[in-house]
């Protein structure tokens, strides 16, 4: 029994769950090839639409998705992923979950402290050794590739 990939232009819907907590960090979009190197390298890929290329979720933040379980629907075109979150928070906007704003009286409030900074995280890897000989500027346009990946 396959992942019905045909279902949503060869998506399915991926929620991503801390495994401890049960908290709900954030929603993305796998292709078949996400999914598999999701299942083999431990790490959760995703498919991103709007640079319709693969995304290693944590490829520039450091903030990886380390798989425990996979789960999938009734009609198998959407998976449960259960991970453990390395770094403070999943959000690229510097919070632990991306629902970190919650409708009351009618508005989007933001109910969460941010958990840490995304301009220092982003700005520090640049430091690391794998990113030293890259520009600021390179740097900077890869941390928005990833805040338009994680947007969407
Ligand atoms: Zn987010």
């Given at each position: 029994m396959n992942l019905d990939f045909q279902k949503?232009?060869?998506?399915?819907?991926?929620?991503?769950?801390?495994?401890?907590?049960?908290r709900v960090l954030m929603v993305g979009y796998m292709n078949e090839e996400a999914f598999r190197l999701t299942v083999e390298t431990g790490?959760?890929?995703f498919y991103s639409r709007s640079r319709r290329k693969l995304w290693l979720k944590g490829e520039s933040s450091g903030h990886r998705l380390v798989v425990k379980e996979i789960s999938t629907d009734c009609d198998l075109d959407a998976v449960l992923v259960k991970v453990e979150a390395l770094g403070p928070g999943v959000c690229h906007e510097g919070y632990q979950s991306c629902f970190f704003r919650r409708l009351e009286n009618g508005q989007w409030t933001v109910t969460d402290e941010r958990t840490y900074d995304p301009a220092t995280v982003y700005q520090s890897s640049s430091t690391s050794t794998t990113e030293s000989v890259q520009s600021r500027d390179?740097?900077?346009?890869?941390?928005?590739?990833e805040r338009s990946g994680a947007k969407q």
């Open positions: 949503s232009d060869g998506l399915v819907t991926a929620v991503i769950q801390d495994h401890a907590t049960g790490f959760a890929t390179s740097v900077q346009s890869r941390d928005q590739r």
